[in-house]
């Protein structure tokens, strides 16, 4: 069973009570409640939401991301387990010890199914992609000739029929939807790092003394045309994008419920994930040498 995305953008109280997660509303409505064993995903949202202690222990010992969001009502902090699986040292140390080459041999496999899903996105929206196609197949070990860089260049400057589109985290529209499919996404995958044993903060390939979600934003990369995808649908339904609305974020929350393949096999996104990071933790132990990530459909 996929678990639940719980997006909270009023003014309320959250509680534990019988395991369950009880939202209590401050106009007197009617409290609401949901199994907590249900949960993958809360997003609190509103600068106003109170959330007691012993929900957070409970979510976090259930497996599940807090997300939190800022007065700009973009995600800013993420809550995770410390230790999400039972051999976590163990697996940690497996991951801490990984060779260079190993690394390398990963990151090419990660930027190939990268480009070859932004390949399968253009000619969803009627771009030829042969040279993404070349592009993929000609990327080595640890990526040293930068076809990812080339790839995307040509991606965004394609995929969109907008003009003068420039994708950046502080561009015009429709970056801002980007922004926040890419943070539900992230969220996403670092959960199920945690839950596959791993920290999140050492990569493959990324590297920032800042970042504590390095390992997240190498594994969430082929996953990126998908939430690419799901903006593409909103720019072709909704005419005013420029502020992120209620009604657009909903559209964005459903990222970790909407199908993908892998390994032909169909599965929500999330799950999927956690197939991905369970492969990358195989190859960590030495007990495989491929990661299982999502093929795009055309």
Known sequence: MIKRTLHFGNPCYLKKKDMQLCVDYPDDSASKTVPIEDIGMVVLEDQSITISNALLMALTANGAAVLTCNAQHMPEGLLLPMAGHH???EKVKAQMEASVPLKKNLWQQTIQSKIRNQAALLRYVGVAAENMDYWASSVKSGDPDNYEARAAAFYWSALFNLPRFKRGRHEDPPNNLLNYGYAILRAVVARALVGSGMMTFTGIHHRNKYNPYCLADDIMEPYRPYVDQVVLNILEEEEDIDELTPALKRQLLVIPAIDIELDGKKSPLMVGVQ?????????????GRKILYPVLKS
């Open 87 to 89: 051999a976590f040292t």
């Open 275 to 287: 197939r991905t990071t369970a492969s990358l933790m195989q190859c960590f132990d030495g007990a």
